[in-house]
């Protein structure tokens, strides 16, 4: 009887403790980061830097020619990247890195580039707190033509994380976790404009459209030779 008792009350505090990680409330919160792409989990546990991480994806689909989309896991609880799903991680699409350069031209307003150099965040040539970064995600995506230098629509945008070669992938936590929260808060603001409603509550139908109007799309660039203008933002006003 005794040991009954302690594996009940093992149970339901191992079920609580695992439902209490689960970030968001709904598989299609979950899913909002990799658009329900089949995805291949990117092995992080041998991956150190910007530098392993970039020639693995290299290797991956430029030599190797995955079909499969890369992908890693971000636990909210430790806020880290992780490489497996347990305790609520949730999967999290990383774009594969340019096979050829040359064909490649990018419309730099449709990119939001977060750049890690030192201990700064700088973003459009400015230095800003770690916490403002959901502010710009919002500023990039629901845009609308109202601030130079951001995409005006939704849709085609992406997400540029730039540090140096050698850098820890690590040290790109707290951002990440910023990047996830700003995009899921911009996201919902995105469904209520159009539908609404909430993200859990949207049928088929306006699920389909969403997706088709804005879609998660996050890269890691390096860069050796950063030179920015450093200007501290004060002006962080939605």
């Known amino acids: 009887m005794n040991f009954l008792r302690i594996a009940l009350v093992t149970f339901f505090a191992t079920t609580l403790i695992i439902s209490g990680c689960k970030p968001y409330k709904c598989s299609r ?8 792409y089949l995805v291949k989990p990117i092995p992080f546990d041998s991956l150190s830097s910007v530098k392993s991480t970039l020639s693995y ?13 890369p992908a890693f896991y971000f636990n909210f609880q430790k806020n880290k990247i992780s490489s497996s799903s347990r305790w609520g991680a949730i999967p999290v699409l990383l774009e594969p890195v340019p ?14 580039e977060i750049n890690l150099d030192g201990n700064n965040i700088l973003i459009e040539g400015k230095r800003v707190p770690l916490d403002s970064i959901t502010t710009y995600i919002t500023y990039q995506y ?13 849709t085609g945008n992406g997400i540029w994380l730039i540090t140096e070669l050698n850098r820890p992938i690590s040290d790109l936590n707290d951002i990440i976790g910023e990047v996830l929260k700003g995009y899921h808060q911009t996201s919902q603001t995105l469904s209520y404009g159009l539908f609404g409603k909430n993200i859990c509550d949207l049928d088929e139908e306006e699920w389909k459209k969403f997706n088709q109007r804005m879609q998660f799309r996050l890269s890691i660039k390096y860069s050796d030779e950063v030179e920015p203008t450093i200007q501290i933002d004060n002006s962080l006003q939605p």
């Open 29 to 36: 919160e979950n899913s909002l980061f990799t658009s329900n």
């Open 99 to 112: 096979c050829d350069l040359e064909r490649i031209e990018y419309d730099l307003n449709s990119i939001l």
């Open 57 to 69: 994806l290299h290797n991956s689909y430029c030599v190797g020619r995955d079909t499969l989309l």
């Open 142 to 154: 629901l845009n609308y033509g109202r601030r130079e230098g951001f995409s005006e629509y939704p």
